[in-house]
């Protein structure tokens, strides 16, 4: 049996949170460093539930807690009540919801501190090309079907835009966005690869940057290169592509999710490739899990449920339920 929209809304949301929470463990490190850590890599979650992750014990901005997600999960569940709320995709709303959001704001990540400082919900970054648009964007591609590449990348935009204002990151959040649209919809891998530079090439064109347009180009190239190896395996990849830097992290994510067919495996993939793991993971996931629900590790899920005390299934029904009175998500 197919799945319905409100089970891949379930599997994308889950697979968001699992991979933030595990990619967590090895955020930043390098594969000397993930060896170093975990000699046997990282399987899952490799200390006890709710204790401090080891590498955190003392870390004076948070003691990261094991199965505790980042601010990747809090802002799309921001992102998320935001089109529930208002049943459009609207910039002000977002920024309202994510001015609740309480993780990462100090000094050290200027994109959210400035933006919670000014306190504004309707502010517009005017710079900003990080990624923090695109990890917190499914919501968007949730919402709108693949029909209307246009609603798409403004919706993108537009849930970007509150700290996130540079092309870059636009192009990012609308490439992710097109990805979870196609996944939504029951599309397969390769048709979300190809909406997915399709919408980063528009939202390009539309807001350029400085530099000639690069994020559409450089998924394309690092799929490309992946594509070609016998075997998509941690070590091979890192070697060729350490997410460290946003036109590496998108488009390793939009790479895994291409060339797998398992959250639960994405997820494991950017743990061990390390950089900025916990993104990688969630985005590859978020993709997977609406195109392979039954691919996300539900044990993981159930960890990470009890560590936060959230229940996004229950969040999912909601979202798919308004996502499903648009014509273009009507089956």
Same mark, same amino acid.
């Given at each position: 049996?197919?799945f319905?929209?409100?089970q891949r809304? *379930? ?16 955020e930043?490190? $390098?594969?000397?460093? &993930?060896?170093?850590w975990?000699?046997?890599?990282v399987?899952?979650? /490799?200390?006890?539930?709710?204790? *401090?992750v080891? !590498? ?6 948070? /003691? ?10 809090? !802002?799309?569940v ?9 049943r459009?995709?609207?910039?002000v ?19 959210l501190w400035?933006?919670?400082?000014? @306190?504004?919900?309707? !502010? ?14 499914a919501?968007? @591609?949730?919402?709108? @079907? ?5 609603d798409?990348?403004? @919706? ?13 990151? &636009? ?10 649209s ?29 530099d000639?347009?690069?994020? +559409? ?11 070609g ?18 036109l590496?992290?998108?488009p ?5 999710? +291409? ?7 994405a ?6 490739i ?5 993104? *990688?993971a969630?985005m590859?996931?978020? &993709? ?6 039954? $691919?996300v590790n ?8 009890? *560590?936060?005390?959230v229940?996004?299934?229950a ?7 308004? +996502?499903?009175?648009?014509?273009d998500?009507?089956?």
């Amino acid at each position: 049996m197919p799945f319905t929209i409100a089970q891949r809304v *379930v599997g994308c949301l889950t697979g968001i949170a699992t991979g933030d929470a595990i990619g967590k463990q090895s955020e930043g490190f $390098s594969r000397d460093d &993930i060896a170093r850590w975990y000699p046997d890599g990282v399987r899952g979650f /490799e200390s006890p539930l709710g204790t *401090v992750v080891p !590498r955190y014990r003392g870390n004076r901005k948070h /003691e990261w807690r094991v199965g505790e997600t980042t601010d990747d999960t809090e !802002r799309t569940v921001a992102v998320a009540r935001a089109i529930i709320a208002e049943r459009c995709v609207s910039h002000v709303a977002v920024g309202r919801e994510l001015l609740r959001c309480t993780k990462c704001v100090h000094p050290g990540l200027a994109s959210l501190w400035e933006f919670h400082q000014a @306190g504004d919900a309707a !502010r517009i970054a005017a710079a900003h090309d990080g990624c923090g648009g695109a990890v917190r964007v499914a919501p968007v @591609g949730i919402f709108c @079907g693949p029909g209307s590449l246009n609603d798409l990348v403004e @919706g993108a935009r537009a849930a970007s835009i509150s700290t996130h204002g540079g092309s870059l990151a &636009i192009a990012g959040a609308a490439a992710i966005a097109a990805a979870v649209s196609v996944a939504v919809a029951g599309g397969g891998p390769r048709d979300a690869f190809e909406y997915a530079v399709e919408a980063a090439a528009l939202a390009e064109r539309r807001w350029p940057g400085g530099d000639a347009p690069r994020m +559409a180009a450089a998924i394309r190239s690092v799929h490309d290169g992946l594509a070609g190896l016998a075997a998509v395996r941690a070590g091979d990849v890192a070697a060729r592509c350490v997410p460290d830097h946003p036109l590496r992290i998108v488009p390793l994510a939009l790479a895994l999710a +291409a060339l797998t067919e398992s959250a639960e495996d994405a997820i494991l993939l950017a743990a061990n490739i390390g950089g900025d793991s916990d993104s *990688v993971a969630s985005m590859a996931a978020g &993709i997977l899990g609406a195109m392979f629900p039954a $691919s996300v590790n539900q044990e993981w899920y159930g960890a990470v449920a009890d *560590v936060e005390g959230v229940d996004l299934v229950a969040l999912a029904h909601e979202l798919a339920l308004v +996502a499903s009175t648009r014509k273009d998500r009507q089956p």
